[in-house]
C-alpha cells in the first residue's frame, strides 16, 4: 500500500480521452518519476492529484484519506506540496517574505486573522523561514525581490517553500524544464539531496531523461492517457514497449 | 514604544505632529494678507482632511494591499452615517454610540457585499461592487426615504424621541452632537500678531481617531495578515498550493476597509449631523481611488496625503475666481493681464477639476507609486547630493 494510490482514473475533455484507467501506486519515501511523450496525459494526472481537476471515473488515496472534491489548499494541508513548472512565486515579496508565508500556513493553517502582532514579534516561524534559507543557501538574498532572482534560484526558492511546510508528498512538474545545464545539474543534486535527509516521498513528471535517471527509483510510463508499465529504472531502458512509445525518439 | 519599527514610529510621529498642529501649519498666511484664501486652517476643512484621510487609509487596506479595486466604497461612507444620524435621533447626541453603530452597521453591509463581490476578481470584481453602490444609492435616494429622508437627506428635528438627553435644548433649539459635555462645534480662536488660529474640538476629536486608525493600519501592515493580503495581490495560485484560502482573506480585507469607511461617515456626521444620499454615489467613490492612488497605493502614508492633496484643491483652488487673478496680474500692462488671466481661467474656480485631472495624469505616468514616490525620490536626491559632496566625487555605490 503505497502513499498515493490513484485508481482507475478516468478523465475526458469533450472528444478527447485525457486519461484512461490509470493505476499508480506510490510508496512512501521513493522517488517516482511519471514519464511519457507530448499529450501522454501527464499534467492532467497531475492536476487530478492537487485538486484542479476532478476526474470522471477512479478515485485518488492519499495516507489512506480521498482527495477528490477538495480545494487545492486542503490537499496541501493534508500534505502534498506542489512544484510548478514555471516556478510560482509571489515575485512582488522579497525572498524571507515568500519563506515565511509557507511557514504561517504550517502554523496557522488555510486562513488566521493574524493581522495585530506584527511578524517581528512571532519569532518562532522567523527562525524555521531563517533556518530554511540557510538550507536552500539563499540567506544572503533575503531582501531581494523574489522575482528579481535568476531561474534557477526561483526553482530552488520554491522547493524551499513547499519544504517549509513539511509535506509528506512532493509532486515536481517538470522542474528542469527551460533550465541551462548547470542549473538542471543544482536541481538534480538538490533533490537527490531532500530525498536522502528527509522523511519525504518525492513524484516528478519530467521530459528530461537525464534527470529521470539521476534520480528516480521507480518509474511509470504513461502513453495515450493509460499506463504502458511501471517498473525499476533498469528494466524501463531495457523495455521494448517503452523504447517504442518514448525513449526511441531521444535515446 | 508601541511595538513598532523605528520607521514606523516616526511615521506615526509625524502623522500625530502634523495632525495636532495642523491648526498652525495650515494657517501659514496672516488673515489680512492676500494670500489668507490659501489658507485651510479652519474646523470645517481641517475635518474633511483627518475625515477622508481616515477613509482613504482603509480603502488602502483594501486596494493597495490586496489590488482588489472597489468602485463602491462610499456606499459604506453612507450607510455610516445614515447610522450615526439614527443613533442621535433615537439614542443621544454622544457621538461615542453613534460611532461604534456606524462601524458595525458599516461591516455588516460589507460582509454582505464582499462575500457576493468577491467570487470575482479584476475588472468583475470592480464592476459589482459599482452595481452595488449605485443600488444602494438609488434605494437610499427614492424608495427608501422614510429611513434615509430621501433627496433632502436625514436630518435631526425638533421632535426626536431621543432616549437619553433631551428633544430640544431649553431655548427650543435642537441639540448639537457632543463628547460627554463638550460640544463638537465648540471652537476657540486664538490671534497671535496678524494670525488667527482655530482650535475645534471636533477637528480634534476626529484628529485622534485618525492617529488610531493609523496605529491600526500600521500594524495590519506589518503583521502576517497584511504579509498574506501583499500576497494576494502577487499571487494567488501560490497561495492556494501553499495551504492557504484567499477567499476569506479578501473578504476581511474588504469588510475592515468598509468598517473605516463606515467610521469615516460615522465622523462626518458627529461633525454635523445630517445625511444625504450624494455621499453613496459613484462619484465619491471614484474620489476615494483617486486619493489612494494620488497619494501612493500600497504605502502607509500615501492616502492621507492624497486625501489632504485632493480635498486642499477642492475647497482652495476652486475659490479662486477671474476678480483674483486680475488682482494677482494687475501690475502686467492691460493687455498681457487679460491674456493670462483668460489662459488661466478654465484651470480655477469651477475648472479645479481639470487641473486636478492633469496632476493625476502626471502623477500616474511620472510617479506610479504617487506622491510617497516623489518624496523618495527627491529624499534620495539630496541624499545622493550630500554624499556626492562629501566623499568629493568619490566612486558610486554598487546598486544591489
Redesign the interface.
Known sequence: MGILEVKNVGKRFGGLQALSDVNLSVKENSVHAIIGPNGAGKSTLLNCL?GKLIPDTGSVMFDGQSVLGR???EI??MGI??V?QTP??????TVM?NM???C???R???????????????KD?LEKAEQMLVEMNMADKRH?HAAAMSRGDKRRLEIG?CLS?EPRLLLLDEPTAGMARADTNNTIDLLKQISEERDITIAIIEHDMHVVFSLANRITVLAQGTPLVEDDPENIRGNPKVREAYLGESA | MF???KSDLTLLIAVAVLTLFAPFILNPFPADSAMAQFNAGYPDLMQRFVIFGIFAIGFNILFGLTGYLSFGHAAFLGVGSYAAVWMFKLLSMNVIPAIILSVIVAGLFSLLIGFISLRRSGIYFSILTLAFAQMMFALAYSVLTPITGGETGLQLALDDPRIFGQSQTPEGNIPVPGLFGLEMRDSFDLAIGSWVFTFNIGYYFCALVLIASFYLAI??F???????L??V???Q?????????TR??TL?AFV?SGMYAGLAGGLMASMDPLAGAERMQWTASGEVVLMTILGGAGTLIGPVLGAGFIKYFENIFSKINATILHEWFAFLPDGLEDFIVAILYPFIGKGWHLTLGILFMMVVIFLPGGLVEGGQRIAAWIKGRKAGKTTAGGKTEPA?
Open positions: 492537487v480545494a487545492p489548499y496541501n494541508q506540496s506542489r510548478f510560482e512565486i509571489f515575485g512582488d515579496l517574505e515565511l508565508i509557507p504561517f500556513a504550517k496557522d493553517g488555510a486562513f488566521e486573522l493574524n493581522a495585530i502582532r506584527s511578524i517581528s514579534e512571532q516561524v531581494m517553500m511546510q | 511595538n513598532l519599527e500594524r495590519i506589518r503583521s502576517p495578515f497584511g504579509m498574506m501583499r500576497a495581490k502577487s499571487n495560485q501560490r497561495m492556494n498550493y501553499t495551504g492557504l484560502n476569506p482573506y476581511a475592515i544591489e
